[in-house]
């Protein structure tokens, strides 16, 4: 599978008003997912929950499977959007298994990419102190301890967090809300009305929606009313049950569909004594009753996709549930069949086709897979799959459909993590959970997860027996190299040393040119003037070309240019980058071609030739938008703040100071953590930007560079001169004094020389700035003197 097409996110789960998946956010966002299937009723409910939600900092949703906790959850949070300035964010925790990963899954979820060695509640504590957010966590009650203990530390933490919580019970923390949520109104049993009186519950209303979805002209009659009542009334108003029941209407009448659930549940009721039953056991019987409708190969195939985790391919489905009963070219048939079904929901994006189980629909199929003691050897099927999947990603990565392998493995990550989960906890199963973490080598950093890469490794190499395994030695350097790139120098310094004296005693020369690399960047980032590291470069370099080993290669050359630029030897820098561009584009490939540029531009930008240093950073922010490398774009950005105060564009520079910030705290690090060989001129431009602007107009440019999202970053470094002026919003009027400061600064004049033309102090004039530049909606001086230049005389 040379050329794969990206696959989307996994949709949102829903569990109780569609079976149609709402729309999966874009990669790295998780905010929330648009509404695909139509939302039914829920006014008061919503009206409740929004009260609620305005006087709490901790409302759970409690309801049993089914009852439509997460449709109702995220329609509330949409309402309440606009009430918090830094947003809304959902966080699925239905396919989470590994309560070490709860915290590290909000991590994801925030897009903050962790380079830093905290813990991962560490973390999110400080990057939510100063927000005003409200995260939506969907599908606790697995994981109801962990998530109760996150959500108290965060909450203390954080005064502006408010959390939305579901659950099928109780967080228990001190403070919480509980809203339960009820099932939809049905028909009382004594009444039939008819089909007008009828429209007026929800779960009949529910019903005609999701019937006439799968069978076109579906409406309520006279000649059906009294059917439709008298299911979804035994159907407890369940909107899960309901909407299961009404995909049934592609093959059965109202009438034969109740008559079929009806005969069920007298049955199971014989024994059962009188009175009202729990939810739970009607959708389980619903889930039964639906199961037994199905064919033997469709039973058999509903069981083992449920090992799957956060939604798969049809690839997958094949690789992994046929054979012994479900021949392979059956395995499509049987898939579109279940989709009619609403066992499976169909969901595609950009052409990419995948399929998940709801949860409700998962947990059933996974208690049918284990009544048959299949349960093991389908995660091993399933463990078996993914480990062929990284495979081939690293025979691919180092080329031209290095992205697309990306993007495929980001989709999957779900059932990566089910995979590495099964390898800690089976036993004998840990050497190819080693193998599969550290393929591809450069994965974990691609995506910025460096804390969960590490987390993985830590656990797969103590359940791993310590043999001479080749897949050892690798997992020690990537362990050891995360170490490095997260600043954890007290504990990469023994695992550097490890790993090249295992690499060395066991003869794999591939890793000790990989060890040699590694080792000479920890020495340059401690300390750039250290020369020694420039020749374990070159050793490592020569190790790889005896390989042919051109991602190593080109990792090394990328790696002492910078190392080269820093002391000085721009021309040893120049033609390291180059030889490094130059194998990179040979292979197609872009992730090491975007360090390999900026090392060029480093280099350029020491030679003195600032713009066209500047277009080589732009050229390394496009190549990195293909990933979720916000390290590397930081990276870009300082050598963009450079060059802004080298120029004397020093609100640009605080601006871009401000962006630094920002990018520096979501990534959970600091630039003397993570680039201390940056840190000497970040030092002396801070200082000299400061001086020059004055302490209230530097920290006001700051603020707004720290406003900044990363795709807004990326667009900003990547627009090759300043937006052009957009005129004044409406409604927005300069006042006299703030029109004369706007003509100053279109002439040129820095804030101290516009306090001594207009006679006022520099404190005055750089409120005026700042008010204009506010009002206006701009980010730079220059949007200003533009601004001012076309606006017509006698104009305000």
Known sequence: MANPTPSADRP???????????????????????????????RAELSEIGRLLSTSRLLTLAGPGGVGKTRLALRAAAAAEASYPDGVRLVELAQLRDPLLLAQSVVDVLDIQDRSDRQAADVLAAHLADREVLVVLDNCEHLADPS??????????????????????????????????????????????????????????????RAAAVLPGFAVTDSNADSVARLVAALDGLPLAIELAASWLRVLPVDEVLHRLTDRFTLLDTNTPAGPQPARRTLR????????????????LWARMSVFSGGFDLAAAEAVCSGD??????????????????????????????????????????DRLEGLGAGTRARRRHRDHFARLTEEAQAHWFGPDQVAWCDRLRADHANLRAALEFCVTEPGEAGTGLAMVGRPRDY???????????????????????????????????HAWLAVLQGDETEAEPLLRQHFERAERLGDTSEVAWALQYVGAAMGFSDPTDTEAITIFDAAASGHRDLDDMEGLSSDLFMQAIAEALIGDVGRAMDLSREAVSISDGAGESFVRSYAIFSMALATWRSGDRPAATELVREAVRLKKSFHDRWGLALCVELTFWTAAEDGAH??????????????????????????????????????????????????????????????????????????????????????????VAGLVAQGMSNKEISAALVISLRTAENHVEHVLTKLGFSSRTQIALWASQRPPGRT
């Open 148 to 209: 109760a203990r996150l959500v108290e530390t965060l909450l203390r933490a954080a005064p502006g967090l408010t959390v939305l919580a579901t659950s099928r019970q109780p967080l228990g923390v001190v403070g919480e809300q509980l809203f339960t949520v009820p099932p939809m109104r049905v028909p009382a049993e004594e009444r039939s009305p008819g089909p007008r009186a009828l429209g007026r519950y929800e779960a009949v209303s529910l019903f005609e929606q």
């Open 444 to 478: 974990w950093i691609a995506i910025g997860s460096l804390s969960e890469g590490r987390q993985w490794l830590v656990r797969l190499l103590a359940a791993a027996p310590d043999g001479d395994a080749p897949e050892r030695t690798r997992a020690m350097g990537l």
């Open 651 to 740: 609100d640009r520079a605080a601006y871009l100071l401000g962006v630094l910030h920002a990018l520096w705290k979501g990534l959970g690090a600091s630039l003397e953590e993570s680039v201390p060989f940056m840190i000497e001129a970040h030092d002396l431009y801070v200082a000299q930007v400061r001086g020059a602007l004055g302490r209230r107009a530097f920290q006001a440019a700051v603020d707004r560079g720290a406003r900044l999202t990363p795709e807004q970053i990326v667009e900003d470094i990547l627009r090759t001169e300043e937006p052009p002026a957009a005129p004044a919003p409406p409604g927005v009027r300069l006042t006299r004094r703030e029109l004369q």
């Open 325 to 366: 009963g479900i021949p392979r070219p059956s395995v499509l048939a049987l898939v579109a069949s279940l989709v009619d079904k609403s066992v499976l929901i169909r969901q595609e994006t950009a052409g990419d086709v995948r399929y998940q189980l709801l949860e409700t629909v998962r947990e059933y199929g996974y």
């Open 285 to 300: 019987e619903l889930m039964d009753w639906s199961f037994g409708l199905c064919a033997p190969q469709e039973q058999l």
């Open 12 to 42: 949102a789960n829903d569990r109780g008003q569609a079976t149609i998946p709402v729309a999966a956010p874009s990669a790295g966002t998780a905010r929330l997912p648009a509404e695909v299937a139509s939302f039914v009723g829920r």
